[in-house]
C-alpha cells in the first residue's frame, strides 16, 4: 500500500493493544494507513497486550513508559491510540505523556474533517467534532482551538469553561439548524425521484474498495480517487442511462471502516440515508484483500445500523486484475438471480457484465402505485391489463381512469416512456416503500 506520506506530518507514536475483554481492532496495518491519511508522520509504533484496559491511563504503567520514551526519543508532537478513551483517560495520558493524545474516533474525524467537500459535509464533520470535544470539554473548548496542533496541558479556569461550554452548545444548535434545512432539501429530491420512478443505485462498500473508481467509470465523471482512507466523503450523484431499464440514479458514498464509532454513524446519517433510500445497493468489495469476508461483514454492519440491513445487494468483487486467474463473470444464485459480478473497475473489464446484472435485477423489481390515465389513453389501459399489471380500476366522473398497478419497474418504465414529458400523459403516484 502506497500512501502519501505528508510533507512535514505531525510526528507520532501509534499505540494499539490487543484486549481480551474488549472487541477491539485487529489490523494494525490499517491504523497505520489511517494516521498516514490523516497527514501524521508515525516515527514509531508500540504494541502491548491487556485483558482490559486500565480505567485511569487506558495502559499499564510500564506500557506508558515505553510510550514516554518513544516520544522523548523521537520528539513526538502526538499520541495516537488505535482505541476509544475516555476524556479522563486522554486527559490523564496528556497529563502523563506531557504531549497530544488521540483517540481513534478523534483521528478518523481529523481525516473527515480534512476530506469533507460539500456544504453538507463540512457541517457534519464540524457537528461529529464538536459533540466529540463536548464529551471532553474541561480544557476548554477556545483553548483547544488555539493550541491545535501543538502542546500544552494546563485547563482554563472555571468561568472561561462555563463559557466555552455554552459557546459550544449554541454552535451545535445553530449546526443542527443547518443541516436540518439540507435534510429537508434532500428528502424533497428523494421523493421527486420516486415520483418519477427512477431507480437509486448507491456504491456501498467499506474504505478504498473502489467504489468512486467505478462510479466514474459508469458515470464518465470525474470524482476524486484516491488510494487513501476516505477519499470520498459527500454523495455524489450522476443520472446514467441503462439499456432496457431506462434511467436510474447513482450515487456514490463514503467509505466505511471498521470500528466506526456509533456516534460517527449517527453523524452521517444524512449522508448515508441516501444509501438507505436506494433501490438497490451496489457493495463493492476489494476481492484482492485477504480479509475480504471479514471486511463485508463490517459493511454489513453499518448498513443494518442505518437501516438498509434489508435492501436488495448486488454484490462487485473489484480489483479482479490483482488476482491470479480470474475473470470477469456475473454470478447467480438458483433461481438465476443475479447475485455478484467480478469485474475490475480500473481496467474496465467486465463493467458491462455489471451493467446487465444491474439492468437485471432492476428490472425484476416489481413497483406498486396510481396510475391515473386519460379517455384517450385506452391503449395503454389495454396494454397493462394484458400483462397483468391491473390489480383494481375506478372511472371518475370526468372520464379518467385510477388504475392500482403492481408490475416490474422496467414494464412500467417501457410503457410509460412514450408519454414522458408531455402534459396530458397519464400521472403515476406510487405507494411509498414500507
Ligand atoms: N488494481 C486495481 N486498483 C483499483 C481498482 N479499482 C480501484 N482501484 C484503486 O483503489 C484505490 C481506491 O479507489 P477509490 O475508487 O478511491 O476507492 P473508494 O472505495 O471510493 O474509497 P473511499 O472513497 O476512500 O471510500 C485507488 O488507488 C484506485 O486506483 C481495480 O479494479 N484494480
Ligand atoms: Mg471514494
Known sequence: MFFDRPESGELAVLVHLELSAVDSPDDPREFEELALSAGADPVAFIFGQRSAPDPKSFVGRGKLEEIQGAVEEHGAELVIFDHSLSPSQERNLERELRCRVLDRTGLILDIFAQRARTHEGKLQVELAQLRHMATRLVRGWTHLERQKGGIGLRGPGETQLETDRRLLRARIDSIEKKLEKVRRQREQGRRARSRAEVATVSLVGYTNAGKSTLFNRLTDADVYVRDQLFAT????????????????????????????????????????????????????????????????????????????????????????????????????????????????????????????????????????????????????????????????????????????????????????????????GPRWQPEERP
Not at 450515487?251 to 456509533?262: E, I, K, N, Q, R
Not at 484482492?288 to 448486488?314: W, Y
Not at 488476482?323 to 470477469?328: F, G, T, V
Not at 438458483?334 to 432492476?362: M, T
Open 233 to 424: 466523503l459527500d454523495p455524489t450523484m450522476r443520472r446514467v442511462e441503462l439499456p432496457s431499464v431506462g434511467a436510474m440514479i447513482l450515487a456514490d458514498t463514503v467509505g466505511f471502516v471498521s470500528h466506526l464509532p456509533h456516534r460517527l454513524v449517527q453523524a452521517f446519517r444524512a449522508t448515508l440515508e441516501e444509501a438507505a433510500s436506494a433501490t438497490l445497493l451496489l457493495h463493492v468489495v476489494d476481492a484482492s484483500a485477504e480479509n475480504r469476508l471479514h471486511l463485508m461483514e463490517e459493511v454489513q454492519n453499518v448498513l443494518a445500523e442505518i437501516d438498509a440491513g434489508d435492501l436488495p445487494q448486488l454484490v462487485v468483487y473489484n480489483k479482479i486484475d490483482l488476482l491470479e486467474d480470474s475473470e470477469p463473470r456475473i454470478e447467480r444464485d438458483d433461481r438465476g438471480v443475479p447475485r455478484a459480478v467480478w469485474l475490475s473497475a480500473a481496467s474496465g473489464a467486465g463493467c458491462d457484465l455489471l451493467i446487465e446484472a444491474v439492468a437485471e435485477r432492476l428490472g425484476e423489481q416489481m413497483v406498486s402505485g396510481l396510475l391515473v390515465t386519460r379517455p384517450q389513453q385506452s391503449r395503454l389501459r389495454a396494454q397493462l391489463y394484458e400483462i397483468n399489471a391491473v390489480q383494481d380500476e375506478h372511472f371518475r366522473d370526468n372520464g379518467d381512469c385510477e388504475l392500482q398497478l403492481l408490475l416490474p419497474r422496467s414494464d412500467l418504465q417501457r410503457l410509460l416512456a412514450p408519454y414522458a414529458g408531455g402534459d396530458e
